[in-house]
């Protein structure tokens, strides 16, 4: 059974760092496109980054460039979001997402998230 687990969430003053993990089973971890969503309260899902299966190609949204760093370790079937710099508008739950498309198939799996909250 395919299983995504986030954590490392947590309180954390503005301008506080936190590192986030996602620990992944159930499927070939290193075929798939991985990404981090968040949802901020009131708000709908927001992309946050995205790392390719080899871990070469990165991206990431604006509102947090330069201030996130996103990487994989395909051995251990983990991904990982490294933010610095947090701010007030950083608060949301943090979902881990893993994503590949066989021909017409696609499968999208997503975890239960994690809570991270910025706030003096």
């Known amino acids: 059974q395919v299983q995504l687990v986030e954590s490392g969430g947590g309180l954390v003053k503005p301008g506080g760092s936190l590192r986030l993990s996602c620990v992944a089973s159930?499927?070939?971890?290193?075929?798939?496109?991985l990404s981090w969503v968040r949802q901020a309260p009131g708000k709908g899902l927001e992309w946050v980054s995205d790392i390719k299966s080899g871990g070469g190609s990165t991206y990431y949204a604006d509102s947090v460039k330069g201030r996130f760093t996103i990487s994989r370790d395909n051995a251990n079937n983990t991904l990982y979001l490294q933010m610095n710099s947090l701010e007030p508008d950083d608060t949301a739950v943090y979902y881990c997402?893993?994503?590949?498309?066989?021909?017409?198939?696609?499968?999208?799996?997503w975890g239960q998230g994690t809570q991270v909250t910025v706030s003096s």
């Open positions: 997402n893993a994503r590949a498309v066989f021909g017409f198939k696609m499968n999208d799996y």
């Open positions: 159930g499927f070939p971890f290193s075929n798939y496109w």
